[in-house]
T-cell receptor
């Protein structure tokens, strides 16, 4: 049963500390997405990669957020320094794009990392 | 032009009733319209999806109705059950390789609606 995994599932940290979230996409998927979910903003796309190359990180605060894919099995999202307003659930998702006619185009989400910055 | 607007924000339905959630989009280049279901503490999961070449898609109790000219699509949940209580998100993207508007880098990039919290009372 292929699934996207994320670690840690929960993280509580103090303002100013570095936070690193990790994601293992589904084997064979070429596109990895990072989303942030809050009550106020809903689901926001932060950044995404195709074949490990960054395509768009315009949704991220550049001064404190960074996203990388060191290899095809690992994507990381780092916040340094963290702030209380970064408290949210961070989701990683993966899929295989572009699709061909008849393909479903499903994007699979991980269980998320719930980040609390005090 | 990338927005997807979803309504209502919340919906309460009695068991056995029909739940209807609506979405509207602006970008006519979108070629894929999925609905995601999210339970508390879980990630969103694909429920059902449609492409603009058909006007309706049905999977079990879930149906998407799609109106290309009005740029609207909706999710209908027939015979709603308490287990359907969740948050539902509509979304839109360009993901087909034949879509020249995707520009090569936008494939799969989902634009989400704000979500609808559905509560089905027993």
């Amino acid at each position: 049963d292929a699934r996207v995994t994320q670690t840690p599932r929960h993280k509580v940290t103090e303002m100013g500390q570095e936070v690193t979230m990790r994601c293992q996409p589904i084997l064979g998927h070429n596109t990895v997405f990072w989303y942030r979910q809050t009550m106020m903003q809903g689901l926001e796309l932060l950044a995404y990669f195709r074949n490990r190359a960054p395509l768009d990180d315009s949704g991220m605060p550049k001064d404190r957020f960074s996203a990388e894919m060191p290899d095809a099995t690992l994507a990381t999202l780092k916040i340094q320094p963290s702030e209380p307003r970064d408290s949210a659930v961070y989701f990683c998702a993966s899929g295989l794009y572009p699709t061909r006619t008849g393909e479903r185009g499903e994007q699979y989400f991980g269980p998320g990392t719930r980040l609390t910055v005090t | 032009q990338q927005q997807v607007k979803q309504s209502p924000q919340s919906l309460i339905v009695q068991k056995g009733g029909i739940s209807i959630i609506n979405c509207a989009y602006e970008n006519t280049a979108f070629d894929y319209f999925p609905w995601y279901q999210q339970f508390p503490g879980k990630g969103p999961a694909l429920l059902i999806a449609i492409r603009p070449d058909v006007s309706e898609k049905k999977e079990g109790r879930f149906t998407i109705s799609f109106n290309k000219s009005a740029k609207q699509f909706s999710l209908h949940i027939m015979d709603s059950q308490p287990g359907d209580s969740a948050t539902y998100f509509c979304a839109a993207s360009m993901d087909h390789r034949g879509n020249s508007n995707a520009g090569g880098t936008s494939y799969g990039k989902l634009t989400f609606g704000q979500g609808t919290i559905l509560t089905v009372h027993p």
